[in-house]
């Protein structure tokens, strides 16, 4: 924790203001539809709705409980090799962009809400961010386009997947949580949403830019957990089956 790092931007009261309109458009929803790993989290965390939170404290809280930390960038889109590096140290990149006021519903870059509000109440869960460390070193070991499908299966559960708890379906993707027109599409009748399979993230290339006809269903978070490895091993079957 010695390296010099960016000094967490200080946001204006009218960020504070577009944070409390997402807080009071998503809240509800989630405390219906949220997993119980998220609710739990943002119980931990003591997010609040009036303001955004101080990223200094909120950082220490974080490296108390799970020994994470919150690292500042100014960089809307990380790049996955940028991400997964960060990842691989314990370090969670938070960007200093807050959506507009016409995209409460939806945007498809990930702002300071989405990394807050959808990601950081998972990660104050031990379990849940050893993954998370586990899945970056796994994508370390492979190029870009080797690991193009592993992308996938990040966004489908990480960012976009459902589980079963207690016999109901339940969003668990932090891209769920913080986007209200995203949330209200996915538990429509015009998404399909089917059983997890490693195998189908070969053939699938998500979009940030337009919503999802399809997403999967978890049977339980401890499958989410071992569906990193199952990864590598299903996909360097496959590589070495194709290099017959």
């Known amino acids: 924790m010695s390296e010099i790092r960016r000094p967490f931007h200080q946001f204006t009261p009218d960020d504070d203001r577009i944070w409390s309109m997402l807080w009071d458009h998503q809240i509800a929803n989630c405390q219906r539809h949220a997993c119980r790993l998220w609710l739990d989290g943002l119980h931990t965390l003591g997010l609040q709705r009036e303001r955004i939170p101080d990223f200094d404290a909120l950082s220490r809280r974080l490296y108390d409980r799970v020994?994470?930390?919150l690292v500042s960038t100014d960089v809307v889109y990380s790049d996955g090799q940028t991400w997964f590096e960060h990842l691989a140290r314990r370090q969670f990149l938070v960007t200093e962009y807050i959506r507009s006021e016409d995209e409460l519903l939806y945007t498809?870059?990930?702002d300071i809400w989405h990394d807050t509000f959808g990601h950081?109440?998972?990660?104050?869960?031990?379990?849940?961010?050893?993954?998370?460390?586990?899945?970056?070193h796994i994508a370390l070991r492979y190029t870009p386009d080797e690991r193009k499908s592993l992308g996938s299966l990040w966004w489908y559960t990480i960012e976009f997947g459902f589980l079963i708890e207690d016999g109901d379906m339940k969003a668990l993707g932090a891209g769920l949580m913080s986007s209200p027109g995203e949330l209200e599409h996915a538990l429509s009748d015009t998404v399909e949403k089917t059983p997890f399979?490693?195998?189908a993230f070969e053939g699938i290339s998500p979009s940030p830019h337009q919503?999802?006809?399809r997403l999967f269903i978890l049977d339980s978070i401890e499958q989410l957990k071992t569906s990193a490895p199952q990864w590598v091993a299903y996909h360097d079957s496959l590589t070495a089956h194709n290099a017959v």
């Open 197 to 199: 399979s490693i195998a």
């Open 120 to 136: 950081l109440p998972l990660m104050a869960d031990q379990q849940y961010a050893d993954y998370i460390e586990r899945f970056a």
């Open 67 to 69: 020994g994470w930390e």
């Open 211 to 213: 919503m999802h006809t």
């Open 108 to 110: 498809p870059l990930p």
